[in-house]
Each structure stands twice: as structure tokens, then as C-alpha cells.
């Protein structure tokens, strides 16, 4: 299935990326490139909704991680919003879920 | 009953595989809608170490998945051809609570199989590997026989 990503930098300090569809070794690299690309641009604070995403896997947690330890080392930060179980597990099996802000929507999100 | 399918070894196939290992699991055992779950994530994690054995060897052999079912368990072995791994030389991850925690974007897949699946093991040898996994519940059994099972033979 492809991966569907939508990028929203309308608000002035989170940049909100939308993620849909199977989070994976084929789709996780498309991911990899729009975070890498909206750091490049200067968006420090970002948040990836993956209410949308229906399957991840350790290489689509990879490419979050990665996201992450790229936004910290620039004094940022990427926050997620998620409260799918089948997503949510993958995080907690791996103990990332106290590694990354979790928030159950979007608004709350935004709120910090 | 058994079946096998034989996949190139490319990202776009992984999919493929979990969905029919996946069809198959929900067609015919009576298996929780979060076990089959766990067994799509299983067997994604597999494949995708799979076709990495295959691209490192520089081979382009395919990838073998095969499904074997018995009545109170469904086998899945993914197959590669790559040049094989030592199971217990597998690294441990830092705790996550260490900064260098977030130097580990990869290397996830295994302890992720091993929490998912009710039983795990490894034919590794330099001609490939063979990644087996076991999911208890036969296609009759309810959901306390199916614990039973699992306490029994899977030891936990």
C-alpha cells in the first residue's frame, strides 16, 4: 500500500506531518526523506499523526528514532499522535513509548 | 497442510507476504484479531532481515516463506540465502532511558519477533537462514484452550 503524507506548516512553531498507510522497509524511506526535508527548511518542532498508519514495524520506528535523534541534536523535538493499540504496541514492546511525547490528539499535541 | 511462496528479495514484497501469512492465520485458526496482529509484524520483521541477508551476500535469491499448520499451531518459516547470523551474538540495546539509546534505529526486528510470537527459533548456517515462528490455537480451539496450549508448551 502506499504511503500517503501530507505536510501542514501553516502553525508557527509545529510543523505537523500526516502519515497513512503501512509504515515499512518499502514506504518507512518516503518518511525518512519529508523529515530529513523539513529540517533542512528550519522546522525544529515537529509532530507526525499516525492515526492514519494501519502497520508499522521496527524499520518505520527506525526512521521515527531517527527523526527524533536528528530534531534533539538541533534543539527540537518530534512528538507523535497516536492512540491506535496495534501502533502503540510496537512502541511499547520496545520500551520507545517513554522516549517519545505521545499525545491522543492532535490538539493535545499542539499544546505541548 | 502447508503452503510456500516464493518471493523476489525486494522492500515492495514484504507485504505481500505478511498479508498472506496473515489471510491465511485469520481464515483458518481461531486466533484473537491482536494475535494475527502479531504475527503480520512477525513475519514483517522476518522478511525484511531476510531480503537484508540476501542484499549483504550480494545475492538475488528469493525469499521463502512457508506455512505449516497442525492442529493446535501454525509454523511460518521466512527462508533467505544469506550468509547467516549467530542468534545469541545479538547485541543487547541500551536501556532507554540512556541517550544512546537513540543511536539504535535499527536492530529492533528481533526482540520484537521474540515478544510476539509464542515460539522463536533459528536455522543459521554460511548457505542462509531459516526463521521459524509458532503461533498456538487451532482452528477449533477456543481462547482458554488456546492459553492452556500456550502455558503447556510454550512455557510461559
Known sequence: ?112 | MSIELSVPSRSEYVAVVRLVVASLATGTRNLAADRIDDLKLAVSEACTNAIEANRKAGLDAPVVASCWEAPERLEVCIADSGAGFEPSALSAHPEVTDPERLNFERGLGIPLIRSLVDDLRFESTPQGTKVWMTMFGGPDSGDETTEIVRTVVGGD
Request: glycine content about 8%.
Open chain 1, 1 to 112: 500500500m502506499e504511503l500517503g503524507l501530507n505536510v501542514d506548516t501553516s502553525n508557527p512553531t509545529y510543523a505537523v506531518i500526516v502519515v497513512r498507510g503501512e509504515l515499512d522497509v518499502y514506504s518507512a524511506p518516503k518518511l525518512r526523506e519529508a523529515l530529513i526535508e523539513l529540517v533542512s527548511e528550519g522546522h525544529r518542532q515537529l509532530i507526525a499523526d499516525l492515526e492514519a498508519v494501519e502497520f508499522l514495524d521496527s524499520t518505520g520506528l527506525g526512521v521515527l528514532v531517527g527523526g527524533l535523534k536528528r530534531l534533539r541534536s538541533n534543539d527540537g523535538d518530534l512528538a507523535l499522535v497516536c492512540t491506535q493499540p496495534r501502533v502503540l504496541k510496537v512502541f511499547d514492546i520496545t520500551g520507545l513509548t517513554s522516549v517519545f511525547r505521545i499525545s491522543s490528539t492532535l490538539e493535545d499535541a499542539l499544546a505541548g
